[in-house]
């Protein structure tokens, strides 16, 4: 599965390990990603970050974290997006590495993480989290300029237009 994962996605996973880059990880969601977190958003919540990766053996990885919820999903997997109280959340990290950023945290005594995401929406969606769970500090932090926090808040907000709905859908 991983040699498929490797074909498909070679050249993404190639700039990703020669120049330390994942390419995508700064794009706005695809239709694909609305598709599978639409359904999944609880009602009356609001995206106030998200973050593109890749998840250790299982390819590209997307989070979003609305004011009450974090929502977990592989895109292409047949899997629902996980939907996870922010209550739950504990020992969140965000780390600087090789591959871009690593985004870390344990919930409900289980860890899981991204990593290649960019320094932009790694930094806003961190930022939010650290209002709601208590957030390590940042190893060796990104030294965003103007352009880059645009960017990121334009991204956001796009997902945002995208995903907030004032649908009747409820989850636990």
Not at 80 to 95: H, T
Not at 143 to 159: K, P, S, T, Y
Request: net charge neutral.
């Amino acid at each position: 599965m991983a040699w498929l994962d490797f074909l498909k996605h070679g050249n993404e996973l190639s700039e990703l390990l020669i120049e330390g880059n994942n390419p995508y990880s700064d794009s706005l969601l695809q239709a694909a990603d609305v598709a599978a977190l639409k359904p999944q958003m609880p009602a009356g919540e609001r995206v106030v970050a998200y973050a593109l990766g890749r998840v250790v053996l299982a390819g590209r990885g997307l989070w979003v974290l609305t004011d009450r919820h974090l929502l977990v999903t592989q895109p292409g997997s047949q899997q629902p997006a996980q939907v996870l109280p922010l209550a739950q959340l504990s020992n969140a990290e965000c780390v600087r590495g090789k591959y871009g950023y690593t985004l870390r945290v344990t919930a409900s005594g289980k860890s899981m993480s991204i990593y290649g995401a960019s320094a932009a929406l790694a930094a806003a969606f961190y930022r939010e989290l650290g209002a709601s769970v208590s957030c390590a500090p940042v190893f060796k932090p990104a030294h965003l300029d103007a352009d880059d926090v645009a960017q990121a808040a334009f991204h956001i907000a796009h997902a945002a237009a995208l995903l907030n709905s004032h649908h009747t859908h409820a989850t636990a």
